[in-house]
């Protein structure tokens, strides 16, 4: 079954690590996306990509790092720079920009200990 | 003023009973605009995508109004099961979505 895979589903980190967040796609799409969720809330854009080795900065990617080397993966390295990073992180891919579904995977709930 | 608002609720309805949510927009270029439901502690997923026409899926009726930037979701006939926080989202260009923070519905038996 076509889906998109984000893994871990629960991540602990301690304060000053890096930690990556994988996100796998095998839908064949051409973008792909990262938001944050803090509770209450709704998703926030941290980045997004278009195409394989291009990417673009949301409203709140200070803190956080990507890659998109290869079509089906677009993970998110969570840096020690983020200085709140305890959230549900949430993985996207579209079809075709702007006019098609977004996919989401299910999500990685990380914590700070 | 945020890109995409939409009021927060809760909105607590008795099952049966009919209600509305409006979600506003302040980029007149939107092209695109979906609503999505999620479930506590789920991924979102889509419910409907929103069309100039207007479009409706059995109980759920959405509707764009393009003169006051907004988009609405009628749902009808509450039932228990569409307990649930309903999030809009606008596309302004042709790859950003932008999600509102979501409305909270809680249909009571």
């Known amino acids: 079954d076509g889906g998109i895979t984000q893994s871990p589903k629960y991540l602990f980190r301690k304060e000053g690590q890096n930690v990556t967040l994988s996100c796998e796609q095998n839908?064949?799409?051409?973008?792909m996306y990262w938001y944050r969720q803090d509770p209450g809330q709704g998703l926030r854009l941290i980045y997004y990509s278009q195409i394989v080795n291009d990417f673009q900065k949301g409203d709140i990617a200070e803190g956080y790092s990507v890659s998109r080397e290869k079509k089906e993966s677009f993970p998110l390295t969570v840096t020690s720079a983020q200085k709140n990073p305890t959230a549900f992180y949430l993985c996207?891919?579209?079809?075709?920009?702007?006019?098609?579904?977004?996919?989401f995977g299910q999500g990685t709930r990380l914590t700070v200990v | 003023r945020k890109e995409v608002e939409q009021d927060p609720g809760p909105f607590n309805v008795p099952e049966g009973a009919t209600v509305a949510f409006n979600c506003t927009y302040s980029n007149s270029a939107s092209q695109s605009f979906f609503w999505y439901r999620q479930d506590c502690r789920k991924e979102p997923k889509l419910l409907m995508s929103v069309y100039s026409s207007g479009n409706e899926d059995g109980r759920f009726t959405a509707q764009l109004n393009r003169a006051s930037q907004y988009i609405s979701l009628l749902i009808r006939d509450s039932k228990l099961s569409d307990s649930a926080t309903y999030l809009c989202?606008?596309?302004?260009?042709?790859?950003?979505?932008?999600f509102g923070t979501g409305t909270r519905l809680k249909v009571l038996a």
């Open positions: 839908l064949n799409h051409d973008a």
């Open positions: 996207a891919s579209i079809d075709s920009g702007g006019w098609s579904e977004a996919f």
């Open positions: 989202v606008v596309s302004p260009l042709g790859y950003k979505y932008i």
